[in-house]
C-alpha cells in the first residue's frame, strides 16, 4: 500500500511481550514488586514517560492511582525501566576529550557550560528544541521547551536545583513535536532512561540528538529538601541559588547572607533510589559536565560520542568559551564512593 | 510652472417651459411611488429575505454522525464550543452562542458531518446565560413563530435594486451535498515503536483493530482495512504517535 505522504505505512504489525517475573500480575504491579518497593526506584520517570495509563508521582515515590483498572498492561513501563534488570555502571568511561570550559554568553555554576552546550546545539541546527530544567518561587523544577536562545532570558533556569526534575515526561512531550532533534540535560539516572528508551524505541533513536548528563552524587524529594531547608531558616521567596561544594550545602540569599551546613546532615534526607546508583559521571551520556576537576569558574566537560563532539567543535570556532586543563584524577575519590555503593544492590536485592 | 486658468461653473438656466417639464416629471414619479412603492425595504417578519445556500446561521447536530473527536472544539476561534459528556458516557459539543462569531470552522473541520448549517439567523435569548445551548437543544431546530407568507430576493436590473417578490415559505436548511470521499485508513508507520497500549484498539468504533497475543510472547496487532472508516480517532489516541492516515488504495 503506498502512502499519501510518502511515509509508507503497514496494517499489520507485531510488538514483542517482554517477560513477567510475577505471572498472574499486571506489569506495573511488577515493577513496583520489583523496583520500587525494594527502593532501586532513582525517579528518573522513564516509566511515566512511555505509560498510556497514567504512572505518575505520588508523595516521593513513583506510583499509579487505581492501576487495576486503568493499567493496560502493555508492559511498556518494565521495559524501559533502567533498573529492571539494573546492569550498574560506574566508573568514567571512554571519552575522546576531557576538558574544562567556561562559557561567556552564559553565567552561572556548571549550569552555563551546560546551557553553552545545547544553545550551541540548537544554533548549529543539529537540534531544534532543548529541555532545560526551570524553578517556579518555592524551587519546585518545572520543564521549559528552549527553542530559541533569547527565551534563557528566564534566569530560573540556569544553576542547579538538587531536586527531581520530571524530564522524561516533557521529552515524550518533545519528541512528538520535533522536527530535527531534542537536546536534554539530566543527571545519570535520567541519561540511563534515555538510552534504554533509544534502545527499544526507534522513535527516540532517532529525535533524541544529544544527551548532556550531570555529575551527580546524591539528589533530594522537593518535599523533603525543602522542609530540611526551612528547618535551617532558608527563605525561599529570597533563595537564589544552592550549591555543593567541599562537603558543604550552601544556600545563598539574595542580600548575600548565605547558610551553610555539613553534607553529612542532608544525608538522612538522600533519595533512596541514591542509595544503590554507581554512576558519577552519567557513563552513557554524549558528554557529561560538572565541577569536579576543574579551576573555580570553569566546568569540567567529558566529551564521549561524536555529536557532542561537533557541538564542542561549533564552541571552539565561535569563541563562545573559554577552554582550559582539566584533571581526570580529582574525579577519582567521588566515583570511587559511588562505586561503593555496589554493595547496597546486592543486600537490596536478597532482602526482596 | 503656469496655472491653468479656473473655470467658473455656472449652472444650467432654464426657462419657463423647462420648468414646467421637470415639475410635471416629478409629481409623476411621486405619485407612482405612493401607488407601487419602489423600496428595498423588506417587510419583516411578514416577509422574509431569501438567504444563499452558503450563509452561516444556527448551528444543528447529529449525535449519530459525532465521532466525538474534539476537532470542532479545538479549531473554535471564539473559544464557543465546549465538550460536555452525554448521559452515554460520549462527548458532544454546546455551543455558546454569546461568543459564537459563525464562522462555522466547526461545520468545515466536523469529520463525521454530524454539525449542519441552517439559514436561521433570528433566534432571540432573554439573557446571557441563555445563550448557553447545551447539545439537546442543537439535535432539534429552535421554536420558530413564522408569521411569513413569501419571501424576497434582490435582482439588480439597469444599475437599480429590485425586489423580486415570490409566494410560500424559504426553506431554512442548508442541503449541501456530502463531499466527496477520500478513502483514508489508519496506517501504522513505525511498528518498531509500537509499546503495545492496545488503545487504538479500545477506542476505534468499527472493530477494526486487532490485538491478539501468540503464544511465545508477540503481540500481533492488524488493522482491517476494509473495516476502517478513517475517521482518525486512534490516530489521535496513540500514545506514541505512530499511526497515520494514508489515502487508500485498493488493488
Known amino acids: 500500500m503506498a502512502a499519501a505522504t510518502g511515509v509508507a505505512g503497514q496494517s499489520e504489525w507485531e510488538v514483542a511481550v517482554p517477560e513477567k517475573p510475577l505471572k498472574d500480575k499486571t506489569y506495573f504491579e511488577n515493577l513496583k514488586a520489583k523496583v520500587i518497593d525494594t527502593n532501586l526506584c532513582s525517579r528518573c520517570l522513564t516509566c511515566a514517560a512511555i505509560c498510556p495509563g497514567g504512572i505518575t508521582v505520588v508523595g516521593n515515590k513513583v506510583d499509579f492511582p487505581d492501576y487495576e483498572t486503568k493499567c493496560l498492561d502493555c508492559g511498556a513501563c518494565v521495559r524501559v525501566c533502567p533498573r529492571f534488570v539494573y546492569e550498574p555502571k560506574s566508573g568514567l568511561g571512554d571519552y575522546i576529550e576531557f576538558i574544562a570550559g567556561r562559557s561567556k554568553r552564559f553565567a552561572g555554576q556548571d549550569g552555563a557550560m551546560v546551557t553553552e552546550l545545547l544553545v550551541s546545539a540548537i544554533e548549529m541546527g543539529m537540534i531544534d528544541r532543548g529541555l532545560f530544567a526551570g524553578r517556579d518561587e518555592k524551587w519546585a523544577t518545572e520543564m521549559f521547551h528552549v527553542r530559541e536562545p533569547e527565551q534563557l532570558a528566564i534566569t530560573t533556569l540556569g544553576g542547579t536545583k538538587y531536586t527531581f526534575a520530571d524530564v522524561l515526561p516533557a521529552l515524550k512531550e518533545a519528541v512528538g513535536f520535533t522536527k530535527r532533534g531534542v537536546g536534554i540535560v539530566g543527571t545519570p539516572c535520567i541519561v540511563s532512561g534515555v538510552r534504554k528508551l533509544q534502545q527499544e524505541y526507534p522513535i527516540f533513536r532517532e529525535r533524541v540528538k544529544l544527551v548532556v548528563g550531570l555529575f551527580c552524587t546524591e539528589n533530594f524529594h522537593y518535599g523533603d529538601i525543602g522542609k530540611f531547608l526551612q528547618e535551617k531558616g532558608v527563605d525561599f521567596s529570597k533563595l537564589i541559588k544552592t550549591d555543593i561544594t567541599k562537603g558543604k550545602f550552601i544556600a545563598t540569599m539574595s542580600d548575600g547572607e548565605k547558610v551553610k551546613f555539613k553534607i553529612k546532615e542532608v544525608e538522612e534526607i538522600v533519595a533512596s533510589g541514591c542509595g544503590v546508583c554507581t554512576d558519577f559521571t552519567a557513563v552513557e551520556s554524549d558528554a557529561s559536565v560538572g565541577s569536579v576537576g576543574s579551576e573555580k569558574g570553569f566546568s569540567t566537560v567529558v566529551v564521549r560520542e561524536e555529536p557532542a563532539k561537533k557541538v564542542i567543535d561549533f564552541i571552539k570556532e565561535k569563541e563562545h568559551a573559554d577552554f582550559g586543563e582539566a584533571k581526570p584524577e580529582e574525579l577519582d575519590y567521588l566515583i570511587n564512593l559511588k562505586k561503593g555503593r555496589e554493595k547496597n544492590i546486592n543486600s537490596d536485592a536478597a532482602s526482596s | ?251
Open chain 2, 1 to 251: 510652472m503656469k496655472m491653468k486658468s479656473m473655470k467658473k461653473v455656472v449652472g444650467p438656466e432654464y426657462n419657463l417651459g423647462d420648468k414646467i417639464k421637470t415639475n410635471v416629471y416629478a409629481v409623476g414619479v411621486a405619485m407612482q411611488e405612493s401607488v407601487y412603492p419602489h423600496t428595498a425595504t423588506v417587510f419583516y417578519p411578514r416577509e422574509r429575505k431569501k438567504m444563499p445556500d452558503n450563509f452561516r446561521g444556527f448551528i444543528l447536530f447529529d449525535p449519530d454522525k459525532c465521532i466525538s473527536c474534539f476537532n470542532c472544539s479545538f479549531v473554535c476561534p471564539a473559544n464557543a464550543i465546549r465538550m460536555k459528556e452525554a448521559p452515554n458516557k460520549r462527548y458532544y459539543p454546546t455551543v455558546d452562542y454569546g461568543r459564537c462569531i459563525f464562522c462555522h470552522f466547526c461545520i468545515d473541520s466536523c469529520s463525521g458531518g454530524a454539525l449542519k448549517a441552517t439559514k436561521i439567523h433570528d433566534v432571540a435569548y432573554k439573557d446571557m446565560d441563555a445563550m448557553f445551548t447545551p447539545t439537546e437543544e442543537m439535535i432539534e431546530l429552535p421554536e420558530i413563530i413564522r408569521e411569513d407568507k413569501k419571501y424576497v430576493e434582490y435582482e439588480i436590473k439597469e444599475d437599480d435594486l429590485h425586489l423580486k417578490r415570490t409566494k410560500g415559505e424559504d426553506y431554512l436548511f442548508v442541503e449541501v451535498p456530502p463531499p466527496k470521499e477520500i478513502p483514508m485508513v489508519s496506517t501504522c508507520i513505525d511498528p518498531d515503536s509500537c509499546i503495545g497500549c492496545r488503545v487504538c484498539a479500545e477506542v476505534c468504533e468499527h472493530g477494526a483493530i486487532s490485538a491478539s497475543v501468540e503464544d511465545g510472547g508477540t503481540l500481533r496487532m492488524k488493522i482491517d482495512t476494509d473495516e476502517c472508516t478513517g475517521c482518525g480517532l486512534c490516530v489521535k489516541e496513540c500514545s506514541m504517535q505512530i499511526l497515520m492516515l494514508n489515502k487508500l488504495e485498493r488493488k
